[in-house]
């Protein structure tokens, strides 16, 4: 979605903290959206898997940060060293090399 002078945004869900409904106290808790801007040339998108060079298996545990892994784990082989995982593109680049 598009917001002012060409800033991207995506919607996030929050919880929210407690608010009384009437004055008797009864409590609940609300959601609240919250707009989180991004600019358009610094959006990345984050992959839905890596592939693991070990076993070459698709890997979807993992924490992408500043268009990097941060952590990964293999479920196949249990590896979780960062430097062998790839995204998909990456790995064909790898492969036609």
């Known amino acids: 979605m598009k917001g002012q002078q060409g800033q991207y945004?995506?919607?996030?869900l929050v919880w929210g903290p407690p608010f009384r409904t009437s004055q008797r106290g009864r409590g609940g808790r609300c959601y609240a959206a919250i707009r989180q801007f991004?600019?358009?040339?610094?959006?990345v998108a984050?992959?839905?898997?890596?592939?693991?060079?070990?076993?070459e298996a698709a890997c979807y545990v993992f924490e992408w940060k500043d268009d990097e892994v941060t952590e990964a784990y293999c479920e196949l082989c249990t590896s979780e060293e960062i430097d062998q995982?790839?995204?998909?593109?990456d790995f064909d680049a790898l492969i036609e090399a």
């Open 38 to 43: 991004v600019n358009k040339e610094k959006a």
């Open 9 to 12: 945004f995506e919607p996030i």
């Open 46 to 55: 984050i992959p839905d898997y890596l592939i693991c060079l070990n076993c």
């Open 85 to 89: 995982f790839l995204t998909q593109e």
